[in-house]
């Protein structure tokens, strides 16, 4: 059975392929829900309306949890609200970043 923790460690395996850092420490991963142990549904945004990289982002999230054990559905919303903002990354990873973001 997947966690919303074991999901999300998953996920770090995508990188944005602009800025080089995983989806999750960018703050795009907004929710995991495990509506049941079939289902694993995600809220992903971008950090813009315009992001070149949005389509790769959206089907490597899918490929992720199609890869998960036990094959669950899975269903990815593409979400606008709240907006991004450069609050959302990692602090960890944020100065880093900054710079090209």
Excluded at 23 to 34: F, P, Q
Excluded at 37 to 48: G, L, W, Y
């Amino acid at each position: 059975m997947h966690t919303t923790e074991s999901v999300r460690e998953a996920l770090k395996q995508i990188k944005d392929p602009e800025l080089n850092c995983d989806i999750v420490s960018l703050g795009l991963v907004y929710a995991i829900r495990l509506p049941d142990a079939k289902h694993v549904e995600i809220d992903v945004t971008f950090t813009s309306m315009g992001c070149p990289a949005g389509p790769y982002i959206l089907s490597e999230v899918q490929r992720v949890i199609d890869e998960l054990e036990g094959s669950p559905e899975g269903t990815v919303h593409l979400v606008w609200e709240p907006a991004w903002t450069k609050d959302r990354v990692d602090p960890l990873v944020r100065e880093e970043l900054m710079e090209g973001i």
